[in-house]
């Protein structure tokens, strides 16, 4: 599965993207969470919730995973598990 | 079986009468939150490591001493009250209580009473990690709603303070409700007081979350029903219909709640009040996770106080708009160590450092292994008169427990190095290096170690496997793992291709060898794959790392470890390797050859060697010719020569040769003879036997210290129709076998012990020894075609 390194956010409505789409060095405000159940609430009890302002430290030196920091701690994601992530990246 | 009749409910914000009832502690926390390093200050060397009976989580206990506490309520020794030792048990490390990896869900039963092996805890202590304050909140206002007594220890304030974050105990206490005591790791400071404030522990107050009225009404409907069905027996208050009202409503699937949702009354409310949540716009999980987050920011924002507010400073609290990114000592350490270049350098590095260690500290200290017992059993045999008995020690027990011995270097090393990697938060920034290439194979990055570390030995590679949080991405690193050629195997790869690659000189030799172990990581990749595309969609929850603050490891704690582990590896799969060795033992041993066959076997070969020197001696004349000067200066080598003889004929003999020659029809077509069978019956308890077992078919005595007689043994064989025994092709389908099969005992018994059932090893026995089969069968059909 081979996936272009996006550096910017395509815009879904209302000015939303895809975490994945997140370039590094911008943050965004976490709008919600989708996919199955499982990988949600594990998402949401980390933290991703609520309007939490979420940053997009780096991306591994391979493309993925993506590094974010979100609640003061970094945390690593895979890029399709991000993608199911929809922020509001900030201006 | 509900086990919620064993708690308590006294009103809470009252402390309990928890002091001369102190029994069991349990210690919760997020990982890497100082939860171990507080266990280890508590308990000391008084621990234990056992498992949770059906599953693969440790099950960690230990045991404390609590200063006594006198009648009035007064802490210490000399008020009269006693002091008493109390069990702790470190549960493992969870983000929460709800989410459902092996270990949340562990921990999540102890602490709900459910586990029949543990009882539930009289105090829960909860670790919480102040430089990561809202996530771990979020574990404390779950505790919160169980209803056990509890405490807050608060980690790593020095860590929050060098972020400029002060994190308020007190105010903490007044907000949670219990008690919260300060702990500074690696200090040892505020353990007393811990200890001391125990005693204080009390049921929180339910935290008031900011819950949507819709979906708070839904509960309260839903809990109205509880009560109606269930009634107010014990655990039956309405306050605790209410948590149990949200839990339903949530989808949470804990044990506790299935009778429950065997109740239609209670199954249609509970469908409808997610009909209409739904119809609201209201996700359940979702509200729920929000409301707790709500509360936490709201209470975060209370009890942190910014020391100084400089520009690059994260605060934790609260949704605000970031400032920018906070120049810590970890994301200095990041930019290297996780940077383009130099991190994938620097990952290259250690892990070579890692593989190196692995091989060459550890080969002096497996030799020392080796001879240490070798000499005790050499000891004992002296002890033991001749006889099965002697024979049954010295090659069956001595044997086994010296093959479970001398891994021991390699693994406690291993393990020594992993929990450095870990401790100091390294090994996750190496998952997160690598887990590019091995997502694809429906692996993780955390299984980049074991399986590296399967190249020296693929037992501490498939323990170091329990790093991995995704059971399936766990289970198939260590279903792989043994396809990394380890190095019981390279004594075959020399022989073979010392033996048959030798004209093309060095660089061929070195080519082949490399090929075998490329072919072992391609067989490995392309069962992953087949695992990977097999299972569908893998909804564990996938590749989601925390990554740490780094810190220097402690001593005593990576040294506890690598204690622990090693000793978990010498009890489970010493056990198995030695009862196997002795069965293996009694198979070449048994049936003993007649005393008159090994005389005339002994006797011919005697002459024979007498012969090479150019002397011709009948077996007559034999005793008188040993008795001169030319037969005396050769009499060493003609007794060996003689016992050899015996050894050999005696494999050939036993059930184990007889085995070979039984097998000889099906493993023709691979280009094997029934030798090479006994061998391979050798080589299924450990791969390195096959030289020795060699050695002993074709008499030519110790083969592991010198091969040269055996080589030229082989290359001098030749069957019944007059052809060469050992060719190119069989080499070359022998090297292939070796690379796939599997053919080591220990490696079985520990994926037993890792797995918890005999179901796995055993398939991965017949898949790869199927596949070894096959591939060596086409090797050998091909080139012996090609070559003839």
Redesign the interface.
């Known amino acids: ?1 081979s996936e272009t390194v996006e550096t910017e956010c395509r815009r879904l409505p209302e000015g939303n993207c895809p975490l994945s789409t997140l370039g590094v ?1 911008c ?1 965004g ?1 976490v709008v ?2 989708d996919g ?12 991703l ?5 979420i ?1 997009c ?2 991306r ?6 993506i ?1 974010f ?1 979100v ?8 890029g ?2 991000a993608r199911q992530v929809t922020v509001n990246p ?1 201006v | 079986m509900s086990k919620t009749s064993s708690y308590q409910f006294p009103v809470s914000g009252q402390p309990t009468s928890a002091g001369p009832r102190l029994r069991r502690i349990a210690l919760a926390g997020n990982p890497n939150s100082g939860k171990t390093t507080l266990f280890n200050a508590l308990t000391g060397l008084r621990q234990k490591v056992a498992n949770y009976p059906g599953v693969t989580v440790d099950k960690k206990t230990g045991r404390c001493k609590l200063p006594g506490v006198s009648p009035t309520g007064g802490i210490g020794g000399s008020g009269g009250g006693q002091a008493e030792w109390v069990e702790i048990i470190d549960l493992p490390g969870t983000y929460s209580l709800v989410s459902r990896s092996p270990d949340e869900t562990v921990a999540c039963e102890v602490l709900r009473g459910l586990r029949e092996d543990t009882p539930p805890p009289d105090v829960v202590v909860v670790v919480v990690d102040a430089s990561n304050l809202s996530r771990n909140l979020y574990l404390v206002s779950q505790v919160m709603e169980l209803g056990l007594p509890m405490v807050v220890a608060l980690t790593m304030t020095d860590v929050a303070e060098r972020r400029g974050l002060r994190v308020m105990g007190e105010k903490l206490e007044a907000r949670l409700g219990v008690p919260v005591v300060g702990l500074v790791g690696h200090k040892g400071t505020g353990i007393d007081r811990l200890k001391f404030r125990l005693t204080e522990a009390r049921v929180a107050p339910l935290p008031e979350l900011p819950l949507p009225g819709v979906f708070r009404d839904e509960i309260h409907l839903l809990g109205g029903v509880l009560t109606a069905v269930l009634g107010h027996g014990p655990g039956g208050s309405p306050d605790r219909h209410l948590a149990t009202a949200e839990r339903l409503l949530i989808g949470d699937s804990s044990s506790d709640l299935r009778p429950l949702h065997a109740r239609p009354e209670i199954l249609q409310n509970l469908a409808d009040a997610k009909t209409r949540l739904a119809t609201a716009g209201i996700e359940p999980v979702q509200a729920d996770v929000e409301a707790h987050y709500r509360w936490i920011d709201a209470v975060s924002s209370e009890v942190t106080a910014a020391k100084i507010v400089p520009v690059d400073v994260t605060v934790s609290a609260g949704p605000t708009r970031r400032p920018a990114a906070a120049k810590t000592f970890t994301d200095k350490l990041d930019r290297i160590l996780i940077d383009k270049v130099w991190g994938l350098v620097i990952f290259a590095a250690v892990m070579g450092l890692l593989f190196v260690s692995i091989f060459s500290l550890a080969t002096p200290l497996m030799d020392a292994t080796e001879g240490a017992v070798g000499w005790v059993g050499g000891l004992v045999a002296g002890l033991l008169p001749e006889g099965p008995v002697r024979d049954l020690w010295q090659d069956g027990i001595a044997a086994g427990v010296g093959a479970v011995l001398v891994f021991v270097p390699q693994i406690a090393i291993l393990f020594g190095f992993l929990a450095i990697l870990e401790d100091s938060g390294y090994l996750a920034r190496a998952a997160f290096l690598m887990d590019r290439l091995l997502a694809k194979l429906g692996l993780s990055g955390k299984s980049f170690i074991p399986l590296l570390s399967s190249f020296a030995c693929a037992i501490p590679g498939i323990m170091a496997a329990r790093t991995i949080e995704s059971p399936r991405q766990r289970f198939a690193t260590i279903f792989v793992a043994p396809f990394m050629s380890c190095s019981a195997r390279l004594p075959v790869y020399t022989l073979l291709i010392g033996t048959f690659f030798a004209a093309w000189g060095s660089f061929v030799q070195a080519g082949v060898m490399l090929c075998l172990y490329v072919l072992g990581i391609v067989a490995a990749a392309a069962t992953a794959w087949v695992m990977k595309w097999w299972g569908g969609k893998d909804i564990s929850g996938g590749f989601v790392l925390e990554l740490p603050t780094y810190k220097l490891p402690q001593i005593s704690q990576v040294a506890r470890q690598m204690w622990s582990n090693t000793t978990q590896f010498i009890t489970k799969a010493g056990t198995v390797i030695v009862c196997l060795s002795i069965v293996l033992w009694a198979l070449m041993y048994y049936p003993r050859l007649p005393d008159d066959r090994a005389e005339s076997v002994s006797l011919n070969a005697k002459i024979t060697r007498i012969h090479s020197t150019g002397v011709t001696v009948t077996p007559e004349k034999l005793p008188t010719f040993l008795e001169s000067d030319a037969g005396r200066t050769l009499r060493t080598a003609v007794d060996s020569a003689g016992r050899q003889a015996i050894a050999g004929e005696q494999l050939r003999h036993s059930l184990a040769g007889r085995f070979g020659h039984l097998i000889e029809p099906a493993i023709r077509p691979l280009g094997y003879d029934w030798k090479m069978g006994v061998g391979l019956v050798g080589a299924f308890a450990a791969r390195e036997i096959f030289v020795s077992t060699l050695g002993i078919v074709y008499s030519v005595g110790n083969a592991d210290d010198d091969t040269t007689p055996l080589r030229d043994a082989m290359l001098a064989d030749r069957s019944a129709d007059g052809s060469h025994v050992w060719t190119i092709p069989v080499a070359a389908s022998l090297l292939v076998f070796f690379v796939i099969a599997m053919q080591c005992i220990s490696t079985l018994a520990i994926v037993r012990r890792e797995t918890g059932t005999w179901r796995w090893p055993i398939v991965m026995l017949l898949y790869m020894n199927g596949l070894a089969y096959l591939a060596a069968l086409i090797t050998y059909q091909i080139l012996s075609k090609v070559m003839s």
């Open positions: 599965m060095g943050c405000k919600s969470v199955d159940l499982e990988l949600r609430r594990r998402l949401l009890e980390m933290g919730c609520g309007g939490v302002t940053e430290v780096r591994a030196p391979l493309g993925d995973p590094e920091r609640r003061g701690y970094l945390l690593s994601l895979r399709e598990h900030a």
